[in-house]
Nanobody, 125 residues
Framework: QVQLVESGGGLVQPGGSLRLSCVASGLSLADPYILGWFRQAPGKEREGISCINRNSANTQYVDSVEDRFVISRDNAKNTAFLQINNRKPEDTTVFYC?????????????????WGPGTQVTVSS
């Protein structure tokens, strides 16, 4: 059974960096799995933030985060990461990771078929 579990969220102050992790089990990230990060604020639709392919050569970012968020993966550790730089209060939301077996990214929340339970990030002074 394929499972994803996010971690690294919490209550943080504005500024600085935060790195979220997503550990996968039941599959090997050495195989062609896309990993994606999404966010969903209360009352809003889930939004794709970024995705990355197996060899990290193909990545996508939503325009609104491209200069602050960095996606990466460590296939040997079956883990994906999302680094949030210069944290802002508007980053307060639940972050989800997701995966689908494919070769190239697509930032669509209807395309990914396995999701983690999410991790809450709250940015507040």
């Amino acid at each position: 059974q394929v499972q994803l579990v996010e971690s690294g969220g919490g209550l943080v102050q504005p500024g600085g960096s935060l790195r979220l992790s997503c550990v996968a089990s039941g599959l090997s990230l050495a195989d062609p799995y896309i990993l994606g990060w999404f966010r969903q604020a209360p009352g809003k639709e889930r939004e794709g933030i970024s995705c990355i392919n197996r060899n990290s050569a193909n990545t996508q970012y939503v325009d609104s985060v491209e200069d602050r968020f960095v996606i990466s993966r460590d296939n040997a550790k079956n883990t994906a990461f999302l680094q949030i730089n210069n944290r802002k209060p508007e980053d307060t939301t639940v972050f989800y990771c997701a995966t689908v077996r494919a070769h190239l990214c697509r930032l669509s929340n209807t395309w990914f078929d396995v999701w983690g339970p999410g991790t809450q990030v709250t940015v507040s002074s």
